[in-house]
């Protein structure tokens, strides 16, 4: 469902005033003073999340302490789910009774527009399969590659060529990189359901201060890329168990300008893809074991925030979650909560693990290198490496093209 004129629904709590619109009969040297939020005034977002986090209040809902845009009211007959994203919103949960209910009492409060069974939300399209759902972006796919005027070029079977390593002074500089920040804002949003040119859709972020000529030729290869796998979407199994795990790995001293590494996660429920991050770091590290250690910190933060929200969401996660970790030496240092010079500089990432896998939120599991899932996020790979690892994330087909 969606709120229509959202933004006009909100409450204002400070004094904010406007001049007299036009044509408007009013005392000279006087201004309105605004009761009601409008667009483009900053406080609207805030006003009109305060009247509709209010508003579900009152029907039983409470906001999850994980995620404020997250609604969870837990009833005898089940739980009722209501994701909220400025003026649209999902609405799910085992209460069929009270997901009806919510409908109608939100129709009474605000104007509200009730498309159906989700279909379409936010450029993402749904589809309802026999095992479950396909999660993918095929019109704004095709908008993207007419975007860049590409639609009679030949597509390519990766979005990098393997072992290519971009730095800041490739090529020449643009005249105007207008067209260069639109095309790599665009696939920005697109990495939402597309985890396979994640990481290099990260490496062109990096040079959207001073884009060259060869950096724009990488982000026209990358939408060839896509006009090959226009139609490719993420799977999610209804008959999957609801079991977290999760996967990190990272580049030592991946980038030759400045030997900062990137390191990248996956985590799965079941069989599910549900989170994918690449990044490089913001320092250079000293060892591969440092740069794999730091990865395993940043994996367990997300972890553990998908844990909480999970549990929230009805679906308590066992005990411990595996991590699998293809680095023998940041496994040990997880388990020995002995430091010394080798790794007192990152002391305190080697206290959050210790003390996680101490507690049983973690499990560390040893994973060999050609079974990673991440390096997916980590690196560019020849054709048959980048299939192998794309049948692991789930990425399917949605429909033959």
């Known amino acids: 469902m969606d709120v229509k004129n959202a933004f006009l629904n909100g409450d204002l709590e400070e004094e904010v005033y406007m001049k007299p619109p036009p044509r408007l009969n009013h005392p000279p040297n006087k201004v309105c003073r605004l009761r009601r939020a409008l667009y483009k005034l900053k406080q609207s977002p805030q006003a009109q999340y305060a009247k509709f986090s209010a508003t579900v209040s009152e029907f039983g809902f409470t906001s999850s302490p994980h995620d404020i845009a997250l609604f969870i009211r837990k009833t005898a007959q089940g739980m009722v789910l209501l994701l909220l994203y400025v003026d649209d919103m999902i609405i799910t949960g085992h209460d069929v009774v009270g997901v009806e209910e919510l409908k109608q009492s939100l129709s009474q409060k605000f104007e509200m527009q009730d498309p159906g069974v989700v279909s379409y939300f936010l450029g993402f399209e749904v589809t309802s399969l026999d095992d479950g759902y396909l999660l993918s972006q095929v019109k704004y796919a095709f908008d993207l590659v007419s975007k860049a005027e590409l639609n009679y070029r030949k597509s390519v079977s990766t979005p990098l060529e393997p072992n290519v390593k971009l730095t800041p002074m490739d090529g020449s500089p643009l005249s105007d990189p207008t067209r260069y920040w639109q095309l790599v804002d665009s ?4 990495i939402t359901t597309r985890p396979d040119i994640a990481y290099v859709v990260h490496i062109v972020s990096q040079f959207l201060a001073a884009p060259r000529s060869t950096h724009y030729t990488a982000v026209l290869r990358i939408i060839r890329y896509v006009k090959g796998t226009l139609f490719h979407g993420l799977h999610f199994s209804a008959n999957s168990s609801p079991v977290l795990r999760a996967y990190f ?7 030759p300008s400045d030997r900062r590494s990137t390191i990248g996660y996956c985590l799965f429920l079941g069989s599910s893809l549900i989170s994918w991050w690449s990044k490089k770091q913001a320092i250079p590290s000293r060892s591969s074991t440092e740069v794999e250690y730091r990865a395993l910190g940043d994996t367990t933060s997300e ?3 998908l844990r909480w929200l999970l549990e929230d969401m009805g679906i308590p996660q066992p005990s411990f979650t595996d991590l ?9 240092i997880a388990h020995n909560d002995v430091f010394h010079e080798r790794t007192k500089h990152i002391e305190v990432d080697c206290h959050f693990i210790c003390h996680h896998v101490t507690q049983g939120t973690v499990d560390l599991v040893f994973i060999g290198s050609a079974n990673q899932p991440t390096d997916l996020f980590t690196k560019t790979h020849f054709p048959g490496r980048f299939r192998t690892l794309l049948s692991k994330l789930k990425l399917v087909l949605s429909q033959p093209p």
Do not use: I
């Open 249 to 255: 790995d990272a580049d030592w001293v991946g980038d």
């Open 324 to 332: 699998y970790c293809d680095n023998q030496s940041a496994m040990q």
């Open 303 to 305: 972890l553990l925030s």
């Open 187 to 190: 696939l920005v949003y697109f």
